[in-house]
């Protein structure tokens, strides 16, 4: 199931000790209805060596075509230790809390970025050669003030010449994933897609009261799509 998170190698290296870390959850929400104005996200270093890991909060936010921006965030949440050393074979846990004045009236999402900084590992300066590791997890976080919930609907479908393209909108105040996504479009002829005929919006996610756009080439189960047609889709909600 895509979640939309991001898990990113900067680089590869040929070594007998492997120098990482696990992190974990990639994505969770603070519901501060049930009194929580607090989470915790948790890093493992499974190497033998220490690593440095810098972790950085933004504000997500995502376009019609699924383009993400990240914004640096103002004074609604903190994140401590921003900036940790994790002894070999250890585990440390950073904890963020959401000190906003004002209460959204939305589900708000973020990003919790954590990456390893560039360490140089062989420090014998005998040795040819000196390994550095980068490496960055990209977390979703949501504040969700009253327990909200999502509400997905298709919006329309467009034609033309060369490509599909479908609109979903949420209206609801939380965040929705399409898991598992397919379609049934009934014309001149019935066509079922399924998840994997939709790669590329089946596992998206659609943002709070946003909408989004997904584009499919005019080809193979496609080709024979009209925009009289009638479109209905499932998912797996959350």
């Known amino acids: 199931m895509k979640r ?97 004045k004002t209460i959204p009236k939305v589900e708000t999402a973020y990003r919790l970025v954590a990456e390893q900084l560039p360490i140089d590992i062989d420090k014998d300066k005998k040795q ?19 327990n909200f919930s999502s509400d997905v609907s298709f919006k329309k479908m467009d034609v033309d010449e060369k490509n599909v393209s479908f609109t979903f909108s949420n209206d609801g105040k939380k965040h929705q994933v399409l898991s598992n996504l397919e379609m049934k479009i009934t014309g001149k002829k019935t066509i079922e ?14 943002l709070a009261e946003s909408e989004r756009v997904f584009h499919f080439p005019k080809v193979g189960k496609f080709k024979d799509i009209q925009p009289s047609d009638k479109v209905k889709i499932s998912f797996e909600k959350d």
Request: proline content about 4%; aromatic content about 10%; glycine content about 4%.
């Open 193 to 206: 897609l399924k998840s994997d005929d939709l790669k590329g919006a089946s596992g998206e996610n659609v």
């Open 4 to 100: 939309n998170i991001l898990f990113i190698f900067f680089s590869l290296f040929i070594s007998l000790n492997s120098y990482a870390f696990k992190f974990s959850p990639m994505s969770t929400s603070i519901r501060l209805k049930d009194k929580t104005n607090s989470t915790l996200f948790y890093l493992e270093n499974d190497s033998d060596q220490p690593i440095a890991v810098t972790t950085t909060l933004l504000k997500r936010e995502m376009t019609k075509d699924g383009i993400e921006t990240n914004k640096k965030i103002t004074d609604e949440l903190t994140i401590y230790p921003s900036q940790l050393i994790i002894p070999a074979a250890e585990k440390r846990s950073v904890k963020v809390t959401w000190v906003g």
């Open 128 to 146: 040819k050669a000196s390994i550095k590791v980068l490496l960055k997890y990209v977390a979703a976080l949501y504040i969700d003030p009253e």
